[in-house]
């Protein structure tokens, strides 16, 4: 049975603490999960206004390119979509500059109900994709930040140490091994 992305919630805790402190550290298939998915995590903790208000330039950009690795390009372009909505397309790499912008944005808009309801839609388009979004995402955890060990591996390591047992196994083993 497939892993759920809660069941994965001890290893994002260590990876969300890597990526704050150690960013450079992380492998590419790190970086996806963790910008993928703080732009998940976010996106339904307040919308995807939430995901801009606390994400870097750099990183939500960078985002953009994991979600497109992942095949996810109508979610990429969802998140291009929003991030319109900050002039000339930028927006400051200081938290609380981004918050004033978003403020200032926010209240630019005489029709505040106007506003919302983008933003509204923004969310809605996401959400009807989010599924897919946790899929890919899970899928990628699983290939490509801890990928099975082959099954060979596993013989070898069972072998080395359970030298009796290689005795008692060794021709199903090898016939086995020789398979992989």
């Not at 990876?15 to 960013?23: F, I, R």
């Not at 550290?25 to 208000?53: D, E, I, K, M, Y």
């Not at 309801?117 to 979004?133: P, V």
């Amino acid at each position: 049975m497939a892993k759920k992305l809660l069941e994965y919630q001890v290893e994002w805790e260590k990876l969300v603490e890597q990526g704050n402190s150690k960013y450079n550290t992380l492998t590419h298939a790190q970086r996806v999960w963790l910008n993928v998915g703080s732009l998940h995590a976010l996106a339904c903790n307040g919308g995807l206004a939430s995901f801009f208000v606390n994400t870097k330039e750099e990183r939500y950009k960078e985002t953009i390119d994991n979600l497109r690795t992942l095949r996810l390009a109508p979610i990429a372009a969802i998140v291009e979509e929003v991030s319109s909505l900050f002039p000339e397309k930028a927006q400051p790499n200081n938290i609380r500059e981004r918050s004033n912008l978003w403020t200032a944005i926010h209240s630019e808009n005489e029709e505040e109900a106007w506003f919302l309801t983008l933003l509204d839609t923004f969310d809605q388009r996401y959400f009807a994709q989010s599924q897919q979004l946790e899929a890919k995402l899970l899928r990628h955890i699983a290939r490509k930040v801890f990928p099975p060990t082959k099954i060979k591996d596993k013989i070898q390591t069972y072998m080395r140490e359970n030298p009796l047992a290689y005795g008692l196994l060794a021709i199903p083993i090898l016939l086995l091994w020789a398979l992989f």
